[in-house]
Nanobody, 124 residues
Framework: QVQLVESGGGLVQAGGSLRLSCAASGRTFSNYAMAWFRQAPGEERKFVAAISWTGARTNYADSVKGRFTISRDNAKNTVYLQMNSLKPEDTAVYVC?????????????????WGQGTQVTVSS
């Protein structure tokens, strides 16, 4: 069993940066691929970034590639999403997810555990 709690969201001006954190509980954290999804009002949940359970592979949505970086610190049971050069279009609730022994899939259905989300708002 894994519980995920996101933090680090907030208000930021366009062009600014935020670092999201996803703290996981459970002794098997290192066996989970981790991902970030986001959902804006009136839109479906969309893939943002993922990292394999080994940390060897990462995957990014085209819309954030080059601006966002996903990383993990298994010793701290934490996954991060560094978001740079933020745009108003990045405004959404960002949700952390976990997939047992995953490689970083883009599909929502592949993930077994989900956090409650953290709001990111980017002003123009």
């Amino acid at each position: 069993q894994v519980q995920l709690v996101e933090s680090g969201g907030g208000l930021v001006q366009a062009g600014g940066s935020l670092r999201l954190s996803c703290a996981a509980s459970g002794r098997t954290f290192s066996n989970y691929a981790m991902a970030w999804f986001r959902q804006a009002p009136g839109e479906e949940r969309k893939f943002v970034a993922a990292i394999s359970w080994t940390g060897a592979r990462t995957n990014y949505a085209d819309s954030v590639k080059g601006r966002f970086t996903i990383s993990r610190d298994n010793a701290k049971n934490t996954v991060y999403l560094q978001m740079n050069s933020l745009k108003p279009e990045d405004t959404a609730v960002y949700v952390c997810a976990a997939d047992v022994y995953g490689s970083g899939d883009r599909r929502v259905s592949k993930y077994e555990y989900w956090g409650q989300g953290t709001q990111v708002t980017v002003s123009s």
